[in-house]
């Protein structure tokens, strides 16, 4: 099927097809997430406006809005076309198209290929999603800086709603710490992960390390037993010196 996006028709056959194929997932390896993120970016473009309110408008992109007693269900379902005018649900994955299009992106593009984290001259692939999206694993783009060092550009942006740009998603905010913990008989077994390394200094080791590893889905073990801590090849121990105070003078 196709849909009239101001004068030009947008064959929706491919994109239904790579959306039908796409495993739900934001992987570094997921096929239709792209286009998924692009098609919610433009419906909410195209079918909300001043005089819609943020409950009116979810419900003209679900057909069943939320219900507190189902809430793992809803909302749920497209909204139906209406009897008259143009399908917004359409509209909005036909000016998706045209988007990725207009940019050169492969309708089907790996998320990983456009999502990113800039680290020197390295870009490290970053799973996760935004919130439209319902991802709890944030991968976002904030020009907010809390260092001296130069701020990490976005690039030329091509959609303000989604944050696609000319370099594609630059992710700099959104995960950040993450642990897990087991609580065993022998004591806790932890694992960690800092999503943008230890480091903000751009000569530091520390820099990046953790964010290929996070890219990787990889954890580092929580160390706090004596024994791994005597273990560690970089660890340096320091002898502090038991010294007395001076004593108190007498007043005279």
């Given at each position: 099927s196709t849909v009239k996006i101001?004068?030009?028709q947008v064959d929706l056959k491919l994109a239904c097809k790579i959306l039908a194929n796409w495993n739900e997932h934001f992987d570094l390896d997921s096929k239709g997430a792209v286009l998924f993120r692009e098609f919610l970016g433009a419906f909410?473009?195209?079918a909300t406006g001043h005089e819609h309110t943020a409950s009116s408008a979810e419900n003209r992109i679900?057909?069943?809005g939320f219900n507190p007693a189902s809430p793992l269900n809803t909302p749920n379902g497209l909204s139906p076309a209406p009897n008259k005018g143009n399908d917004?649900?359409?509209?909005?994955?036909?000016?998706?198209?045209?988007?990725?299009n207009k940019a050169g992106i492969a309708l089907d593009v790996r998320l990983g290929d456009l999502q990113f984290s800039k680290k020197n001259a390295k870009k490290i692939p970053?799973?996760?999603?935004q919130s439209p999206e319902g991802i709890m694993n944030m991968a976002a783009y904030s020009g907010s800086?809390?260092?001296l060092f130069p701020s990490v550009g976005s690039g030329n942006v091509i959609?303000?709603?989604?944050?696609?740009?000319?370099?594609?998603?630059?992710?700099?905010?959104?995960?950040s710490f993450l642990m897990a913990v087991e609580l065993t008989p022998q004591g806790p077994n932890c694992q960690a992960i800092l999503a943008f390394s230890q480091s903000t200094d751009p000569d530091s080791a520390h820099f990046s390390d953790q964010t290929e590893m996070f890219s990787k889905k990889a954890w580092r073990p929580c160390l706090y037993q004596q024994a791994d801590i005597l273990k560690d090849p970089a660890l340096r121990s320091y002898k502090v010196e038991n010294i007395k105070p001076a004593p108190k003078k007498e007043p005279d």
């Amino acid at each position: 099927s196709t849909v009239k996006i101001g004068t030009e028709q947008v064959d929706l056959k491919l994109a239904c097809k790579i959306l039908a194929n796409w495993n739900e997932h934001f992987d570094l390896d997921s096929k239709g997430a792209v286009l998924f993120r692009e098609f919610l970016g433009a419906f909410e473009a195209e079918a909300t406006g001043h005089e819609h309110t943020a409950s009116s408008a979810e419900n003209r992109i679900f057909a069943n809005g939320f219900n507190p007693a189902s809430p793992l269900n809803t909302p749920n379902g497209l909204s139906p076309a209406p009897n008259k005018g143009n399908d917004a649900i359409l509209v909005a994955l036909g000016k998706a198209i045209k988007e990725l299009n207009k940019a050169g992106i492969a309708l089907d593009v790996r998320l990983g290929d456009l999502q990113f984290s800039k680290k020197n001259a390295k870009k490290i692939p970053i799973h996760g999603g935004q919130s439209p999206e319902g991802i709890m694993n944030m991968a976002a783009y904030s020009g907010s800086n809390g260092t001296l060092f130069p701020s990490v550009g976005s690039g030329n942006v091509i959609n303000p709603s989604t944050g696609l740009s000319d370099e594609g998603y630059v992710v700099n905010y959104g995960t950040s710490f993450l642990m897990a913990v087991e609580l065993t008989p022998q004591g806790p077994n932890c694992q960690a992960i800092l999503a943008f390394s230890q480091s903000t200094d751009p000569d530091s080791a520390h820099f990046s390390d953790q964010t290929e590893m996070f890219s990787k889905k990889a954890w580092r073990p929580c160390l706090y037993q004596q024994a791994d801590i005597l273990k560690d090849p970089a660890l340096r121990s320091y002898k502090v010196e038991n010294i007395k105070p001076a004593p108190k003078k007498e007043p005279d």
